[in-house]
């Protein structure tokens, strides 16, 4: 990988950085397919993405950008247009910046849950499913599993408004999909998957109470860095099956590339 | 080698950025001493230099950046601080990022310009050097041929009211060094200095007449893309010797990699 004046640029926007791997296994993707871009995470405050925007739209061989935690949501109101994915969703994951500097945001995260999901052999039709957690990934998992037709979705939320908010919405958009918030026993359910970031620590307890978790129960932990999770390891010890962000993020790349291409 | 959230980013911002191969002189010789520090162009045009630079203060994992044509002089105004060697010089050409934000600018041109003769065997001191071009890079250039004591030094340049400047702020610094401006013989110096940009693109002309010019006439063209330019290729034809900007350039990089140390 050979970084010059002819590569197109990239960034991953995070904050903390520290644990950010998306950058490499993009360089990675992007080498395997022959493209020369080169991407690179930056560590952004919540109150600094507007400067760093406005910054980004002057950085003419820049291509696009990545956004992660706690920027999905936030970062809507900086961008020119966003496509109806990711209006609907309500977060955004991947920008790209035209020739002209305008930004525009998408969703890839609910195509890249769901791919990932389905590469390991689960198909959500028809399944009961949980998540933990309404935020910017989270409104995306809700809104792939809701369109991937799941017979029932709890959102489980430390702020149960936030989950209601998110709930409503999903049902705005699939009437059919049956969306409920608040507490539930884990091991009702077939799927359960988690949009928090506890697990990206050493030390962070786990998302959920996993008693009675065991086979015919499987578990998508959406962290990518450490690719195994407390919560998978624990799982996985508990006999059921488990996958990690970093399918889904694979899933994402080839999206990526089109998504960026001039 | 690999870009995470735990690398150091940099950047070399440019205008035209296409020509730009600094980035990856500066990746492979910061993986060479085992740093973990990734480096990308980015083409920034002047107006949106202040913008740049500002969102550059809020990325938290950013140590610094090179800054080239034709930023070298604009860029100062919008530092924080700028060490003595470059505010003499007038030019800055890396910029060290503190944690807290702050951007202090250094020239590294000027003793990489006179490590690279040096190593090529040449000592400036009480020889007559010609130098075309009064711009960032050749201030640097101007100041390091008057610091390693030549006995006289020409500049050239189209703008001759620049070029006197240069001279005027040369001679201020080193009273002992007789600086001229306007045309002059190149056969009648022995060190002749390409600062201009003639010469990175394609079908340029060639800064300098080098009618005379051959044996005991050494020829350095700072340019870094091509390794070789028609100037320096027609110049060897004639038997003169020659020395291009890659050299000034790999002279710079232990300078930076301690210049950017957290």
């Given at each position: 990988?050979?970084?010059?004046?002819?590569?197109?640029?990239?960034?991953?926007?995070?904050?903390?950085?520290?644990?950010?791997?998306?950058?490499?296994?993009?360089?990675?993707?992007?080498?395997?397919?022959?493209?020369?871009?080169?991407?690179?995470?930056?560590?952004?405050?919540?109150?600094?993405?507007?400067?760093?925007?406005?910054?980004?739209?002057?950085?003419?061989?820049?291509?696009?950008?990545?956004?992660?935690?706690?920027?999905?949501?936030?970062?809507?109101?900086?961008?020119?247009?966003?496509?109806?994915?990711?209006?609907?969703?309500?977060?955004?994951?991947?920008?790209?910046?035209?020739?002209?500097?305008?930004?525009?945001?998408?969703?890839?995260?609910?195509?890249?849950?769901?791919?990932?999901?389905?590469?390991?052999?689960?198909?959500?039709?028809?399944?009961?499913?949980?998540?933990?957690?309404?935020?910017?990934?989270?409104?995306?998992?809700?809104?792939?599993?809701?369109?991937?037709?799941?017979?029932?979705?709890?959102?489980?939320?430390?702020?149960?408004?936030?989950?209601?908010?998110?709930?409503?919405?999903?049902?705005?958009?699939?009437?059919?999909?049956?969306?409920?918030?608040?507490?539930?026993n884990p091991a009702d359910f077939?799927?359960i998957?988690?949009?928090?970031?506890?697990?990206?620590?050493?030390?962070?307890?786990?998302?959920l109470d996993i008693k009675g978790i065991g086979?015919g129960h499987?578990?998508?932990?959406?962290?990518?860095?450490?690719?195994?999770?407390?919560?998978?390891?624990?799982a996985?010890?508990q006999g059921a099956?488990?996958?990690?962000?970093?399918?889904?993020?694979?899933?994402?790349?080839?999206?990526?590339?089109?998504?960026?291409?001039?």
């Open positions: 990988m050979e970084i010059t004046g002819k590569s197109r640029i990239m960034f991953v926007l995070a904050d903390p950085v520290g644990h950010v791997r998306a950058s490499a296994v993009m360089n990675a993707y992007f080498q395997s397919i022959g493209q020369d871009v080169a991407v690179s995470p930056l560590h952004v405050r919540p109150d600094d993405l507007g400067p760093v925007l406005a910054a980004i739209r002057c950085m003419r061989n820049v291509a696009g950008f990545g956004v992660t935690i706690p920027h999905k949501v936030a970062v809507i109101r900086h961008l020119d247009e966003v496509t109806a994915t990711a209006r609907r969703i309500g977060a955004v994951n991947f920008v790209k910046r035209t020739a002209e500097g305008r930004l525009i945001g998408d969703n890839l995260d609910a195509p890249g849950f769901l791919g990932g999901l389905r590469k390991q052999g689960f198909d959500p039709k028809g399944r009961r499913a949980m998540q933990i957690g309404a935020g910017g990934a989270g409104r995306a998992t809700a809104f792939a599993l809701a369109e991937a037709g799941v017979a029932e979705l709890l959102i489980v939320n430390r702020d149960a408004a936030k989950a209601r908010q998110l709930a409503d919405a999903v049902e705005q958009a699939f009437p059919d999909i049956s969306v409920r918030v608040g507490q539930g077939e799927l998957v988690n949009t928090t970031s506890l697990g990206m620590q050493v030390g962070d307890p786990l998302p086979a499987t578990i998508y932990d959406i962290i990518v860095n450490p690719a195994v999770t407390r919560l998978m390891a624990e996985a010890a099956g488990t996958i990690g962000g970093g399918v889904m993020l694979d899933e994402q790349m080839g999206l990526v590339a089109r998504f960026i291409a001039p």
